[in-house]
């Protein structure tokens, strides 16, 4: 069976994407034609674009705009509205694990921009995301990561603790209370699906119509079956710890005491978690990942979920 790369959902074996898949892009797209470049090729694009790419991060990213009549994206060095991720050469599955795991995100209800994945010319998948800071043109919303709020660099990015994240977000955000809710969520989701890449860079505030939020989350991945002999089990430590960690620290300490949601909101919080794992384990299965990488996603999910009660 084949399934959309956008959406998930089962399409003809001669298909490459669902109908709701290329209108999450555009209500107008009808279809969405591979990328001209390889791998090789995006790989080389990057580098020649170094200087004029405003992107930031260590991973090999161009920029990129739908050109929806043609049904393509179209790399550009300046105001582009999407940002491309091609394979990496050392860790196999990156983007497809990106994808699936932002996918999973919306699932539990975080706040995720439009994404997924694109073929290249040799049939081989880059990942996509639309950025969530360009208005229009030219015009971007105000922004500001973690580091920058800390006075963290990104040579620094991981000296930080979720207990600062939630000081800052009580300090600059609009309304906190609200905000804490989607932390504590993000913060949990993080561990069940092994992302230990959390770091200060990859959490944002962002300023819309005046009001301060947590910014729509990116750069997850499950990144203990990438790193699968790396330790931490988070990338910013609760309570000094960033490993080993159990359901009296996640739940108990960060979210009940550091966070301060009242016990009806995580209970409803955690009921959430506990009925979408199923859903997940699914849409895993349909997902672009190898099928060794499936298995090793839905084992750390279970073994995740065990110590949390879930």
């Known amino acids: 069976m084949k399934y959309c790369p956008i959406t998930y959902e089962l399409i003809s074996e001669s298909g490459h994407y669902s109908v709701r898949g290329l209108k999450s892009l555009s209500p107008t797209l009808k279809h969405l034609h591979p990328l001209e470049f390889s791998q090789k090729g995006l790989r080389s694009e990057a580098i020649a674009r170094v200087g004029e790419m405003v992107i930031q991060g260590v991973q090999t990213k161009l920029s990129a705009q739908l050109k929806v009549k043609e049904g393509h994206f179209d790399i550009v060095s300046a105001n582009g509205h999407y940002v491309l991720k091609p394979q990496n050469e050392f860790y196999p599955d990156r983007p497809e694990n990106e994808a699936i795991s932002m996918s999973l995100a919306k699932m539990i209800g975080l706040e995720v921009p439009v994404h997924g994945l694109v073929y ?22 105000a922004q500001e990561d973690f580091a920058q709020l800390s006075g963290q660099s990104r040579e620094t990015k991981f000296n930080g603790s979720m207990e600062k994240v939630a000081s800052l977000v009580k300090d600059f955000c609009s309304f906190p209370k609200i ?14 699906i092994g992302n230990a890449d959390m770091h200060l860079k ?44 159990q359901r009296v620290d996640l739940i108990d300490y960060y979210a009940e005491e550091i966070l301060g949601l009242p016990k009806p909101i995580l209970f409803k919080l955690l009921t959430e978690f506990k009925q ?22 839905v084992d750390l999910l279970d073994e995740r979920a065990k110590r949390l009660d879930l």
Do not use: C
């Open 120 to 141: 290249t010319q040799e049939g081989t998948f880059v990942y996509f995301i639309k950025r969530f800071d360009r208005i229009k043109h030219n015009k971007h919303f």
């Open 276 to 297: 979408v794992i199923p859903h997940w384990k699914i849409l895993i299965s349909h997902s672009y990942l190898s099928e060794n990488m499936k298995k090793a996603y």
């Open 202 to 245: 990859k959490i944002s505030l962002i300023t819309r119509e005046k009001v301060v939020t947590l910014s729509p989350t990116y750069g997850l991945l499950n990144t203990s079956i990438l790193f699968p002999e790396a330790k931490e089990e988070i990338a910013l430590p609760i309570r000094g710890l960033n490993t080993h960690l």
């Open 179 to 192: 905000e804490m809710i989607k932390l504590a969520k993000l913060t949990i989701f993080n561990f069940l």
